[in-house]
């Protein structure tokens, strides 16, 4: 069975500090697909990044990157330089190919970026 | 705009009462999907359909319901059998790809249900 292990329930940083979300998966599939959203207090969900597991390299987009490590069962998130704008509650999501659409949500971990 | 309608964003159901959330897409995905979230809580699937006239129970099925009659139209029943209804519920949709999940969800914006 697949399970998302977001241990950080709540962190609080201030503008400008780095911060790292951690996610750890558990799959028996070879096959399978990992996911980031974002949730902001709008509540609508917001599609961040998808990585499949053959694809190991690491992920910058602007002030966001992603850190997959098969090992470790670990695809961690990293906000550098975080703003306001980026407090949310952010899930880390799993599906392995043979559940299909079937999407293992984390409970998230809501990021707090004070000014 | 393509995108995911979800209505309404807040309903109040009286108990014993059904009520139906509603959920569109013009993004002409051929998966649509409904999640319950409940505070603190990580996302959980409650139906799910790949293609018109069929569906499949989530994980949390128990006291809801759904059809698919409409490609672009995934309408969620709250029946009076679901005893704990109050939470956020969220419709999301994606292509279906023959050669693998290729199922990136987009979402809605929720509808949150709260008992009277």
């Known amino acids: 069975a697949q399970k998302v292990t977001q241990a950080q329930t709540e962190i609080s940083v201030v503008e400008k500090e780095d911060v790292t979300l951690d996610c750890v998966y558990e799959t028996r599939d070879t096959t399978y697909y990992l996911f980031w959203y974002k949730q902001p207090p709008s509540g609508e969900l917001v599609f961040l990044i998808r990585r499949n597991s053959f694809d190991e390299q690491n992920e910058i987009s602007g002030r966001y990157s992603w850190n997959f490590q098969k090992s470790t069962s670990s695809f961690n998130f990293t906000i550098t330089a975080s703003q306001v704008v980026d407090s949310a509650v952010y899930f880390c999501?799993?599906?392995?190919?043979?559940?299909?659409?079937?999407?293992?949500f984390g409970e998230g971990t809501q990021l707090t970026v004070n000014p | 705009d393509g995108g995911i309608t979800q209505s309404p964003k807040y309903l109040f159901r009286k108990e014993g009462q059904n009520v139906t959330l509603s959920c569109e897409q013009n993004?002409?995905?051929?998966?649509m999907y409904w999640y319950r979230q409940d505070p603190g809580q990580g996302l959980r699937l409650i139906y799910y359909s790949q293609i018109v006239n069929d569906f499949q129970k989530g994980d949390i099925a128990e006291g809801y319901s759904v059809s698919r009659e409409k490609k672009e139209s995934f309408p969620l029943t709250v029946t009076s059998a679901q005893k704990n209804p109050t939470a956020f519920y969220l419709c999301a949709s994606s292509i279906q790809s023959s050669t693998g999940p290729l199922n990136i969800q987009y979402f809605g914006a929720g509808t949150r249900l709260s008992v009277l």
């Open positions: 993004l002409n995905h051929d998966a």
């Open positions: 999501a799993l599906t392995e190919e043979t559940s299909g659409s079937r999407l293992t």
